[in-house]
Every structure is written in structure tokens, then in C-alpha cells.
T-cell receptor, first 113, second 114 residues
């Protein structure tokens, strides 16, 4: 069964600190993995996209890693800011079918001053 | 970058009324549009997939007569929630893509049925 699991469900950190969010998936075949940021009451916005051959990708203070062998990904946020408070969703794209996106349940990050 | 506009952003209406939500791709032609529903603290759940000019494909458990989808042009899809009830209250999000390109999401519509 194609599944995407994220941990932790929620996280509270102090402003300026770093944090790492985890994503494990069982989707097969695999095309790519995206991390999205979803602010409350808004649609998801793509942060990074990684294909099978990519191990690390950065976008500013966001760094995503992918281990296609163990089917794990992480999103590392450096020097967190209050505006980083949001839900972070891991989305895995399979290769077949029109409905080929598999969503994780997200990690709710709260950055406090 | 690609922009998807969703309107309205928030709707509050009485039980029994029908509500129409629009999803527009502003700077690209969306051959496929998707409609999702998201309950609090949960992830997006795909409701239906629509291709321009053809009938939408609904996910299991989604009533096609309840959630009417029209994708009449390459830049516009609409979702109509017919005879809405309080249990239909949710956050509805559309996304659009051109060909095999990645999906781009709208900002969602918060629907509240009283």
C-alpha cells in the first residue's frame, strides 16, 4: 500500500533554533518527492523537489535530503523564524495513474519568540 | 511562476444552499485540475480529477451528484457543493497542472455551513 508518514506530528521550537522534519514513504514506483509549506488557511507552496538520483537540495534556509534506498526524506530548517510557523507536508509522486500524488499528514511547526 | 487563483476564499451560508467555487490558472493552460478537501489537522484528500472537456473522475466515497465539477476551459474549473449541509464544512483546495508538469495549488476556500 502506498503510504507517506511524517514525524513528528507537531513541533515547537524557539526562534533561531534549527529543526529537522522526517518523512518515510512506501510509494512504489517512485518519481519524485516534494516538501510543501502550508500556512494556516492557505494552499500548499512547494519548497523543494527531489528525484530518485538526488540526495540533497537546498532552498535558502530549507535543506531537504532523500535516501531512495531506505525511502526516507528529511527537511532541515536552519535559524528558524516566526514566519516558519506552518504545516510542512511531504508529497510523493508515483509514476503511474492520474492520481499519483501521495500526501503525508504533515508536521505542524510552531516557532516561538 | 505558475499561479492558481481560487475564489471565494471564504464562504458562510445556510444549510441547503448550493455553493460554487472557482479555480483559475492565471498564466498557463491547465489540462488537468484537481479538487481536494482538507479537514482540520489532516492532510489533503483528493476528491476528483478533471480534464478539460471531459467528465471528472471522482475518488471512492465522493458523491458526484453532491460535488459537481465543471472544467469547461483550459483555465477554469468549478466545484459546486449542492444542497450543502454542516458536514460539508471544510477547506477545499484546487490544483492545476499542464501536461505532466507539477501541480500548482490554489489558496483554498474555507466553507462553513450553518
Amino acid at each position: 500500500k502506498n503510504q507517506v508518514e511524517q514525524s513528528p506530528q507537531s513541533l515547537i521550537i524557539l526562534e533561531g533554533k534549527n529543526c529537522t522534519l522526517q518523512c518515510n514513504y512506501t510509494v512504489s514506483p517512485f518519481s519524485n518527492l516534494r516538501w510543501y509549506k502550508q500556512d494556516t488557511g492557505r494552499g500548499p507552496v512547494s519548497l523543494t523537489i527531489m528525484t530518485f538520483s538526488e540526495n540533497t537540495k537546498s532552498n535558502g534556509r530549507y535543506t531537504a535530503t532523500l535516501d531512495a534506498d531506505t525511502k526516507q526524506s528529511s527537511l532541515h530548517i536552519t535559524a528558524s523564524q516566526l514566519s516558519d510557523s506552518a504545516s510542512y507536508i511531504c508529497v510523493v509522486t508515483g509514476k503511474t495513474g492520474a492520481n499519483n500524488l501521495f500526501f503525508g499528514t504533515g508536521t505542524r511547526l510552531t516557532v516561538i519568540p | 511562476g505558475a499561479v492558481v487563483s481560487q475564489h471565494p476564499s471564504r464562504v458562510i451560508c445556510k444549510s441547503g444552499t448550493s455553493v460554487k467555487i472557482e479555480c483559475r490558472s492565471l498564466d498557463f493552460q491547465a489540462t488537468t485540475m484537481f479538487w481536494y478537501r482538507q479537514f482540520p489537522k489532516q492532510s489533503l484528500m483528493l476528491m476528483a480529477t478533471s480534464n478539460e472537456g471531459s467528465k471528472a473522475t471522482y475518488e471512492q466515497g465522493v458523491e458526484k451528484d453532491k460535488f459537481l465539477i465543471n472544467h469547461a476551459s483550459l483555465t477554469l474549473s468549478t466545484l459546486t457543493v449542492t444542497s450543502a449541509h454542516p458536514e460539508d464544512s471544510s477547506f477545499y483546495i484546487c490544483s492545476a497542472r499542464m501536461g505532466d508538469q507539477p501541480q500548482h495549488f490554489g489558496d483554498g476556500t474555507r466553507l462553513s455551513i450553518l
